[in-house]
Nanobody
Framework: QVQLVESGGGLVQAGGSLRLSCAASGRTISRYAMGWFRQAPGKEREFVAAIRWSGSITADSVKGRFTISRDDAKNTVYLQMNSLKPEDTAVYYC?????????????????WGQGTQVTVSS
C-alpha cells in the first residue's frame, strides 16, 4: 500500500499562486499513475491533473494555469497552481492508481490522501 499526505493549501487572493505537495510513503510513486482531484462544497469530486512516466494531462478548466509534476527521488507529486480564481476553491486530493496509463476517472484510483483546503478570495 501507499500512504499519501497533501500539504500546501491555504487562503490566497485571486490571481495568486499556490503549490500543493503530495508526499508518498510505503511504496515508490514510480509504480503508480498519480493524480490530483478537487471537491468544492456541494459538488462532486472532479479530476484536475494526472501524471505518469509517459506524460501528464490536465483538465480543461485548469489548463494553462495548473501544472502537475513529480520528483521520484523525493517520492512526491506537486501541483503548481497559478492565476487562481475563486472557482478553484475546493479541497484538493492526491491519489494513486495502480496503472501504467494516465487515469482521469475517480474509480481508477486506489489510494487517496486526506485532502488540503484551497480557498481563493475575490
Amino acid at each position: 500500500q501507499v500512504q499519501l499526505v497533501e500539504s500546501g493549501g491555504g487562503l490566497v487572493q485571486a490571481g495568486g499562486s499556490l503549490r500543493l505537495s503530495c508526499a508518498a510513503s510505503g511504496r515508490t510513486i514510480s509504480r503508480y499513475a498519480m493524480g490530483w482531484f478537487r471537491q468544492a462544497p456541494g459538488k462532486e469530486r472532479e479530476f484536475v491533473a494526472a501524471i505518469r512516466w509517459s506524460g501528464s494531462i490536465t483538465a480543461d478548466s485548469v489548463k494553462g494555469r495548473f501544472t502537475i509534476s513529480r520528483d521520484d527521488a523525493k517520492n512526491t507529486v506537486y501541483l503548481q497552481m497559478n492565476s487562481l480564481k475563486p472557482e478553484d476553491t475546493a479541497v484538493y486530493y492526491c491519489a494513486a492508481a495502480s496503472s501504467v496509463l494516465l487515469r482521469v476517472n475517480i474509480r481508477d484510483y486506489d489510494y487517496w490522501g486526506q485532502g488540503t483546503q484551497v480557498t481563493v478570495s475575490s
